[in-house]
């Protein structure tokens, strides 16, 4: 497996961190991040500085739209936490884990709030952001997408054979972060693996979105 330079991976993840401080939608809530686990724990943020300097490590992401929290009952909020494999990213996929209460869906796990991502992030090849993945699970909360004939919770597979919310307005990364080819003077080359077809797919932003990251503290 191809590995980054200790500079491209700082570079890599400085992108993410762009890329996730752009995320907007009204779907979208809080989103923090932290430099390791641990610091998830006593709530020690990365500062603006240091997220752009490649040292988040660890998302916090609220989703705000109704889930269930188990069958039939509502779930209005909910949490969810991206940690980054620094040893092997972005080729290694993150893990992801929703805090309690945890939604209930056919991909997270009911006691640990593990979800499985399915071959997503490998298919990418390293062309997904984290905030490529944040979408992905917010679709697989919604049970947005093919029809899976496995998963970690067998109760709600069988239950949920449509999307909860059809029309469900997913949160969209700005293109400026990912396309713009600007790059600031004395900043490292923002690194992404690309593949003939450029990054992977993503909802087109319509412009109309509410920007909920504005002047938001991390």
Same mark, same amino acid.
């Given at each position: 497996?191809?590995?980054?330079?200790?500079?491209?991976?700082? !570079?890599?993840? =400085?992108?993410?961190?762009?890329?996730?401080?752009?995320?907007?939608?009204?779907?979208?809530?809080?989103?923090?991040?932290?430099?390791?686990?641990?610091?998830?724990?006593?709530?020690?943020?990365?500062?603006? =500085?240091?997220?752009?300097?490649?040292?988040?490590?660890?998302?916090?992401?609220?989703?705000?739209?109704?889930?269930?929290?188990?069958?039939?009952?509502?779930?209005?909020?909910?949490?969810?936490?991206?940690?980054? +494999?620094?040893?092997?990213? +972005?080729?290694?996929?993150?893990?992801?884990?929703?805090?309690?209460?945890?939604?209930? /869906?056919?991909?997270? #796990?009911?006691?640990?709030?593990?979800?499985?991502?399915? !071959?997503?992030?490998?298919?990418? #090849?390293?062309?997904?952001?984290?905030?490529?993945?944040?979408?992905?699970?917010?679709?697989?909360?919604?049970?947005?997408?093919?029809?899976?004939?496995?998963?970690?919770?067998?109760? =709600?597979?069988?239950?949920?054979?449509? +999307?909860?919310?059809?029309?469900?307005?997913?949160?969209?990364?700005?293109?400026?972060?990912?396309?713009?080819?600007?790059?600031?003077?004395?900043?490292?080359?923002?690194?992404?693996?690309?593949? +003939?077809?450029?990054?992977?797919?993503?909802?087109?932003?319509?412009?109309?979105?509410?920007?909920?990251? =504005?002047?938001? /503290?991390?």
């Amino acid at each position: 497996m191809h590995r980054l330079t200790p500079d491209e991976l700082r !570079s890599r993840l =400085a992108l993410d961190y762009r890329a996730m401080r752009s995320l907007r939608g009204p779907t979208i809530g809080r989103i923090e991040a932290f430099a390791s686990p641990l610091d998830v724990d006593v709530r020690r943020g990365v500062t603006d =500085a240091e997220g752009l300097a490649g040292l988040a490590t660890v998302y916090r992401v609220e989703f705000r739209f109704p889930m269930w929290r188990a069958a039939h009952r509502t779930l209005y909020r909910a949490r969810v936490v991206l940690c980054i +494999p620094t040893n092997a990213y +972005p080729f290694a996929e993150p893990t992801v884990t929703f805090e309690r209460p945890v939604p209930f /869906a056919p991909h997270i #796990q009911k006691w640990s709030g593990h979800v499985c991502t399915g !071959s997503a992030w490998y298919a990418a #090849q390293g062309n997904w952001l984290i905030a490529n993945l944040v979408i992905h699970v917010m679709r697989l909360t919604n049970c947005d997408g093919p029809c899976a004939r496995e998963g970690l919770n067998r109760q =709600a597979l069988l239950l949920m054979t449509a +999307p909860l919310n059809p029309d469900l307005e997913y949160p969209v990364v700005d293109d400026r972060v990912t396309h713009s080819g600007v790059v600031t003077p004395g900043a490292a080359v923002p690194f992404v693996a690309r593949r +003939p077809g450029g990054f992977a797919p993503r909802a087109p932003s319509t412009g109309s979105e509410k920007v909920l990251f =504005a002047r938001r /503290a991390w």
